[in-house]
């Protein structure tokens, strides 16, 4: 039982540069997550899944796109990566839109130079 | 204005203090998650509750949904306690959602 898993853990791009953060989790959720890190602001949520087949903006969505592949895959990606974009990002999942324990992934740290 | 409020933002103890961290928040909410993130960068849940009080080791979480507030203590307290703990409450905005305060980075002198 891996948990929440989320690839990669680091990326540097330049800006312009496309890229997809995978994640997958294997507890068999129907909700999940992406947020962002940043120094200072806490944890912000950029778009989550409440359930298989549904995808809706969170606080900071401009900038990225999400594909619920499946139950278990949330993908997140950035079509033209801003240095705006630096941060570290979360994967997160629940068994039912914030209303049992939130089970989080590693983090990707990525860099936009 | 924040949603959610956490105090204090950054704490210093010395080994064996009894700690606590505040939250508050302005949102009706019918539960309340307790996060801790590690140096290292990791997030775990710790509590999640919507009344009373929950134990797990030397952590106690409380909780009064009249005064809409929250507290985190660690009795004991030891150097690796130190971390940023988070609180986080589901809100209704569209779907149902966590928003979640700014973390209190506490580090515990030995």
């Known amino acids: 039982n891996a948990g929440v898993t989320q690839t990669p853990k680091f990326q540097v791009l330049k800006t312009g540069q496309s890229m997809t953060l995978q994640c997958a989790q294997d507890?068999?959720?129907?909700?999940m997550y992406w947020y962002r890190q940043d120094p200072g602001m806490g944890l912000r949520l950029i778009y989550y899944?409440?359930?298989?087949?549904?995808?809706d903006k969170g606080e900071v969505p401009n900038g990225y796109n999400v594909s619920r592949l499946n139950k278990r895959e949330f993908s997140l990606r950035l079509e033209s990566a801003a240095p705006s974009q630096t941060s570290v990002y979360f994967c997160?999942?629940?068994?039912?839109?914030?209303?049992?324990?939130?089970?989080f992934g590693p983090g990707t740290r990525l860099t936009v130079l | 204005k924040n949603e959610v409020e956490q105090s204090p933002q950054n704490l210093t103890a010395q080994e064996g203090e009894f700690i606590t961290i505040n939250c508050s928040y302005s949102?009706?909410?019918?539960?309340l998650h307790w996060l801790q993130q590690h140096p290292g960068g990791g997030i775990v849940s710790l509590f999640m509750?919507?009344?009373g009080k929950k134990k797990h080791g030397r952590l106690i979480a409380t909780i009064n949904i009249q005064e809409k507030h929250s507290s985190l203590h660690i009795t004991a307290s030891h150097p690796r306690d130190s971390a940023v703990y988070i609180c986080?409450?589901?809100?209704?905005?569209?779907?149902?959602?966590?928003?979640f305060g700014q973390g209190t980075r506490l580090t515990i002198n030995p």
């Open positions: 997160a999942s629940d068994r039912d839109r914030g209303m049992n324990e939130q089970f």
């Open positions: 507890m068999n959720h129907n909700s």
């Open positions: 899944s409440a359930s298989e087949g549904t995808t």
């Open positions: 949102v009706g909410i019918s539960a």
């Open positions: 509750l919507s009344s």
């Open positions: 986080a409450v589901p809100i209704i905005q569209g779907a149902q959602k966590l928003v």
